[in-house]
């Protein structure tokens, strides 16, 4: 059900569905109010136009009755026999006069109020139209007479009819009254039924008594329900609408019934609503009709619109449905309108480009970028055959050596193509099986089927190739490469021989070797070294490091004043440990700096501990790049001096050339801000590391050591003896002090001492010791 209702084209379908209906809903909701206001309108005219039409009936009888009263009075025979007093000759010439306009009364009254001459017709029954002398013929008008006779009520009630009765004075010489004559017509059905044809509405008379049931005089219609009946009697009396019929109704006057009654003679109109809507009603039955048929029509073309506009997406997901597997050759067509084909070509080239991107992922995938050889993936790929073949294996990882300088020195733009001629180099070789670029400047070479004896050879030639001169705009580069060689040894797989590999090729560069073949001895020391990984943070947090001091004398004064702190790792299970070998792992794990911390903290603390024997030595501490790279050191260094307490010439920080070069401009920014609070720097190990002369200008240190390398053969080598005796010359003209480290005999110190160099240390005069040792050491010796 959700599936079906979640289709487009069920909501396409629901949508047109919905506007249809609320089109419809609103159309004929406009139109029922309009129509129920023009009902209400044709109402309200069909009433006015009924009224207008009963006054001037009603009128135009009064004026009619007025103006033939008026004439037959000026009728000079008529008022000649009137004053005879011929009472059967008036008759006669009354009735003329009567049936000239054929009046329903006709009567005359003399002066005195006497009622000379009165003729009736019979309105119905077999004697209809008959004339007939008045039952009041003799008697006295029941009105008093006034001398404007015209202003007496023209209503006028005579055997069981009312008469609308008009008179005009008779006259005699200069407007000398002599009586009056006057005619009327019934107000009855005659009446109603002329009204009612011209009207539409039926019609009729009622006389209203008080405290009486009215009386009903005329009504043009047979039909007179008992519901019309009181709703006629509730308006004339109350005035209440009724909700079924429209109503009019109006007063015409007081008629004198028999004796002193009177009672009030009202003229009505009325009709069914539903008689007076009948053409209105026939008009909504049609409109409902005509909904009821363009309805459901709109729906199925609503339908089929839904179902047009949707048969193109379900051709799409049909061909989205073959494209996702992975036919991507078809042709998409989903219809032949313009919008249609366009979108077609679209489907059909976004299918293309998809199958192009999926060849270039897919490329990609098991590619190297930058070289285009394999990856590891690919790598993976082509070893599994041989894996399962159990063919012989050999693994060889490349690494170009230099690479970090090529890139710092050269832009990453040169070491790039550098990459790439290497990749070009080893694709050269034949013998090779898999070349693959495994990360920066590491390739790892597959061969199947060779000797380890061919495996030599081969790897000879491939060192030969890469390590082959290569120019970049008029540079040599000299490349250098470590080899680190794993053989199969079953059972195995590609990620023991890539780990046993790198195991030799990490061991060939600590070693410095060129070539390295797997062995079990190198698992084990690096099974050694990851065991100390583990164990070097907590040695930290827990206090297993030692500090040893070398002394450092000074050679004009011939007296130790300086020591060189230098730390050991007493472990738990393996003894001491030298630097060298937890000192590289602190830096690649990250534990450089709290290393350092430790190291400044016991060495400022051994400090103030031999202030108090007596014994004021200043104390170098070896800091390294890592260091220079947390932006909190220099704030540590200096706060700890302040929280201990101790001058500022109590410690010296020696920095390798290394750790300039790694970032010269942070590093300079760091060591002006130490040396600007008056702390000591020395560059450890000059000459053996890539610093040039113009940085060292730049670095605001204070003391430079000459590499032991230097020292140590310095009466035996002239060479030696060469390069020391420029670098105090050098050093010295720059203003700085120096500090030659790997004194091995008496003459190298006499030798140092005559060419001004300020300071010296090494095994002659003594080796490192713990702070201890070191205090009966200048107890007893010479220098102290």
């Not at 480009?353 to 285009?372: C, G």
């Not at 890539?498 to 390295?516: E, G, M, S, V, Y």
């Not at 602190?586 to 350092?596: C, D, H």
Request: net charge negative; proline share 3%.
């Amino acid at each position: 059900m959700l599936k079906f209702f979640s289709s487009i084209q069920t909501r396409i379908f629901a949508f047109f569905m919905l506007l249809l209906i609320a089109v419809q809903a609103i159309s004929f909701a406009l139109t029922y109010f309009a129509n129920k206001r023009l009902e209400q309108q044709q109402l309200e005219s069909q009433l006015s136009i009924a009224e207008l039409v009963f006054k001037s009936e009603y009128d135009n009888r009064n004026y009619y009755l007025t103006a033939f009263a008026e004439t037959a009075a000026k009728d000079f025979g008529l008022k000649e026999v009137f004053i005879d007093d011929d009472r059967r000759s008036f008759l006669v010439a009354l009735n003329n006069h009567r049936k000239r306009i054929n009046a329903d009364l006709a009567i005359a009254v003399d002066k005195q109020g006497n009622i000379i001459g009165q003729l009736l017709t019979t309105p119905d029954g077999a004697n209809k139209g008959k004339v007939k002398v008045g039952p009041e013929q003799g008697k006295q008008f029941r009105t008093p007479l006034a001398t404007e006779f015209e202003v007496i009520s023209p209503l006028y009630s005579l055997d069981n009819y009312i008469y609308q009765l008009r008179f005009s004075p008779l006259t005699s010489g200069a407007s000398n009254i002599i009586g009056w004559v006057g005619f009327g017509f019934i107000i009855g059905d005659e009446l109603a039924q002329s009204i009612s044809n011209q009207t539409g509405l039926n019609t009729g008379f009622i006389l209203a008594k008080e405290q009486q049931k009215n009386q009903l005089i005329s009504l043009s219609s047979n039909t007179y329900s008992i519901d019309a009946n009181q709703a006629i009697d509730s308006f004339i009396q109350h005035n209440h609408l009724h909700d079924d019929y429209i109503l009019w109704q109006s007063a015409l006057g007081k008629v004198e019934l028999n004796g002193a009654n009177q009672a009030q003679l009202h003229a009505f109109m009325f009709l069914s609503r539903n008689d007076a809507l009948q053409s209105s009603q026939e008009y909504w039955f049609q409109q409902l009709l005509l909904l009821l048929i363009i309805l459901p029509i709109s729906l199925f073309v609503a339908f089929i619109i839904a179902r047009g506009v949707t048969k193109p997406l379900t051709l799409l997901i049909k061909q989205a449905k073959y494209i996702a597997k992975g036919n991507y050759n078809s042709k998409v067509e989903v219809g032949n309108s313009a919008e249609m084909r366009e979108l077609a070509e679209e489907f059909t080239v976004m299918q293309q480009a998809i199958l192009s991107r999926e060849n270039k992922i897919a490329f990609q995938a098991y590619h190297d970028p930058l070289t285009n050889l394999g990856n590891k993936n690919e790598l993976i790929r082509i070893t599994s055959a041989w894996f399962e073949a159990k063919s012989p294996i050999a693994i060889c990882q490349i690494n170009i050596r230099r690479m970090t300088e090529i890139n710092g020195t050269l832009g990453h733009v040169v070491g790039d193509l550098v990459i790439k001629e290497v990749g070009l180099r080893l694709a050269s070789f034949n013998e090779i099986d898999s070349i693959c670029r495994l990360n920066g400047d590491e390739f790892v070479v597959a061969i199947e089927h060779s000797d380890q004896k061919k495996l030599i050879q081969s790897i000879n030639h491939i060192q030969k190739s890469i390590e082959a001169e290569y120019c970049y705009q008029d540079i040599s580069l000299h490349l250098q490469t470590t080899i680190g060689v794993s053989f199969v040894h079953y059972p195995s797989d590609l990620e023991t021989l890539l780990r046993q590999a790198d195991t030799a090729l990490q061991h060939a560069k600590k070693n410095r070797l060129h070539l390295q073949i797997y062995h079990q001895q190198i698992d084990v020391n690096t099974l050694d070294r990851l065991q100390l990984v583990n164990d070097l943070k907590p040695a930290i947090e827990h206090d297993e490091l030692v500090l040893f001091y070398q002394p450092k004398l000074n050679l004009k004064l011939n007296k130790v004043t300086h020591v060189e702190a230098l730390v050991r790792w007493q472990h738990p299970v393996r003894g001491m440990i030298p630097p060298d070998s937890f000192i590289p792992i602190a830096e690649k794990m990250g534990q450089m700096n709290a290393l350092t911390r430790w190291v400044i903290d016991q060495a400022l603390s051994q400090y103030l501990q031999w202030k108090e024997q007596g014994i004021e030595l200043s104390i170098a501490v070896n800091i390294s790049a890592e260091n220079l790279k947390d932006d909190q050191f220099c704030h540590y260094v200096l706060q700890a001096i302040k929280d201990k307490q101790v001058p500022i010439d109590a410690l010296t920080l020696e920095i390798t050339e290394d750790a300039v070069v790694a970032d010269p401009e942070y590093a300079i920014k760091q060591l002006t801000e130490l040396r600007q609070q008056g702390l000591t720097l020395s560059i450890d190990d000059y000459g053996t590391g890539y610093s040039s002369l113009a940085q060292l200008k730049q670095l605001p240190v204070q003391e430079l050591k000459i590499d032991k390398s230097f020292v140590q053969n310095l009466m035996v080598n002239e060479d030696d003896q060469i390069i020391v005796s420029s670098t105090l010359q050098l050093a010295h003209n720059l203003g700085l002090k120096v500090v030659a480290e790997g004194i091995e005999d008496e003459g190298s110190l006499k030798w140092l001492t005559q060419r001004g160099c300020e300071m010296g240390q090494g095994f002659y005069l003594s080796r490192p010791i713990e702070a201890k040792a070191l205090t009966t050491w200048l107890s007893q010796s010479a220098y102290s």
